[in-house]
């Protein structure tokens, strides 16, 4: 809302605002741009200063304690996120984009909101029979250090030995030197994203990991993006954000621990 108000305050009769959200790789990017009063070269690189916006004489004249800025930047990144503006000069309007991270995992807690009954609620005393996955050696793939971190404290509260890559060329390098028994990976990575990594992964010899079965979680949810992804060589497309109870399901399933066949890669 500070992003827009603004952009409509520095923007005379005329003029163009426009309001945009694109996805990124694993992130969203809200896009605020204008073609108003611009801002000048040398206020760019501090123009989320507190205070700093009563310093220009074209910002002086409307109304506000400078502190606006500031605290966009200050909420942005407390939800693990970013923001940056640029502008091609005074008088030729400006652009502020929000980086966020999308959500990995659904919150196991309601907090007394209304959740509409699911199949893992009625799961019961049996899940705890398919989150045993004691000494599992998983592989985790994600360029956000944030959805790995979390990942990797899940599945080790549940015993798995996990490991982790932030590209798809550091998890191809752990594949030539000690192959997981299972491999969780993002899609929307840059360089080499997550199809790339998986048909390599099932190009290599059955000693070489070329077998182990693998599970896409991804925020490309479209059921085309689900085709893809078995196309490619994953077993399973998971779509964030996933319940951790279905994860740890899936999970259990791919490595045998829930007494079923522990499926080969798909064709």
């Known amino acids: 809302?500070?992003?827009?108000?603004?952009?409509?305050?520095?923007?005379?009769g005329g003029g163009r605002v426009q309001v945009s959200l694109e996805r990124v790789n694993s992130h969203l990017e809200i896009i605020v741009s204008d073609s108003g009063?611009?801002?000048?070269?040398?206020?760019?690189?501090?123009?989320?200063?507190?205070?700093?916006?009563?310093?220009?004489?074209?910002?002086?004249?409307?109304s506000g304690n400078g502190l606006?800025?500031?605290?966009?930047?200050?909420?942005?990144?407390?939800?693990?996120?970013?923001?940056?503006?640029?502008s091609p000069g005074t008088g030729k309007?400006?652009?502020?984009?929000?980086?966020?991270?999308?959500?990995?995992?659904?919150?196991?807690?309601t907090n007394g909101e209304r959740v509409h009954p699911s199949s893992s609620s009625q799961l019961g005393g049996d899940i705890d029979q398919v989150q045993n996955l004691n000494n599992v050696d998983i592989l985790v793939?994600?360029?956000?250090?944030?959805?790995?971190?979390?990942?990797?404290?899940?599945?080790?509260?549940?015993?798995?030995?996990?490991?982790t890559a932030g590209s798809a060329r550091e998890a191809l390098d752990v594949f030539s030197a000690a192959p997981?028994?299972?491999?969780?990976?993002?899609?929307?990575m840059p360089v080499m994203d997550g199809?790339?990594?998986?048909?390599?992964?099932?190009?290599?010899?059955?000693d070489e990991g070329g077998e182990i079965p693998a599970i896409a979680l991804t925020a490309f949810a479209r059921s085309e993006d689900r085709m893809r992804a078995m196309i490619a060589g994953y077993n399973l497309h998971l779509?964030?954000?996933i319940e951790p109870t279905e994860l740890m399901v899936a999970v259990a399933s791919l490595s045998g621990r829930t007494g079923r066949p522990r499926p080969g890669p798909s064709a």
């Open 93 to 109: 309007g400006s652009t502020f984009t929000v980086v966020l991270p999308l959500i990995l995992l659904h919150a196991n807690g």
């Open 1 to 12: 809302w500070e992003l827009l108000r603004n952009a409509v305050k520095f923007t005379p």
């Open 239 to 241: 779509a964030k954000p």
């Open 141 to 163: 793939v994600d360029d956000e250090p944030d959805a790995r971190d979390l990942l990797q404290r899940l599945l080790e509260d549940h015993g798995a030995k996990v490991r």
């Open 195 to 206: 199809y790339a990594l998986i048909r390599d992964v099932r190009r290599r010899s059955r």
């Open 180 to 188: 997981p028994d299972l491999l969780i990976s993002d899609i929307g």
């Open 68 to 86: 606006g800025l500031a605290i966009v930047k200050s909420l942005v990144e407390l939800h693990g996120g970013g923001v940056r503006a640029k």
């Open 37 to 62: 009063q611009g801002i000048e070269p040398e206020l760019l690189p501090h123009i989320f200063d507190r205070f700093r916006e009563t310093e220009t004489s074209g910002i002086r004249a409307h």
